[in-house]
């Protein structure tokens, strides 16, 4: 069974930072890409970051320079650290990983298509809160 566990959330305040984690378990987490997306109340789900299975990473243009997305293969566990929050990176946070046949894709391919529940496995979620 595939399980993924984000965990790391919590309340900051603005210009604040805070590194989640995905665990994953019943794959490893070099064998798809892997990625984070967000959901604020009432907006839609953002992609905000991809790791690919060679490494290479993709972020949300809006988000770049203030994320990083790295995973330990030893721990089988995928990272994003978020530096410099705002009041809108309030949001519940989602690891995903990439199913079949999308595994071979880039990080810059998957990123658009990361929010769609079928292509993926989802966590539960860790919330982020940023406050003044």
């Known amino acids: 069974e595939v399980q993924l566990v984000e965990s790391g959330g919590g309340s900051v305040q603005t210009g604040g930072s805070l590194r989640l984690s995905c665990l994953l378990s019943?794959?490893?987490?070099?064998?798809?890409?892997m990625g984070w997306i967000r959901q604020s109340p009432g907006e839609e789900r953002d992609a905000v970051a991809v790791?690919?299975?060679?490494?290479?990473?993709a972020y949300a243009k809006s988000l770049k320079g203030r994320l990083d997305i790295t995973r330990d293969n030893d721990k089988n566990t995928m990272y994003l650290q978020m530096k410099d929050l705002a009041l809108q990176d309030t949001a519940m946070y989602y690891c995903a990983a990439v199913k079949p046949p999308a595994t071979r894709l880039t990080a810059d391919k998957v990123l658009p298509v990361l929010t769609r529940r079928e292509w993926n496995y989802w966590g539960q979620g860790t919330q982020v809160t940023v406050s003044a």
């Open positions: 019943g794959l490893s987490v070099t064998d798809q890409p």
């Open positions: 790791i690919d299975t060679t490494g290479g990473t």
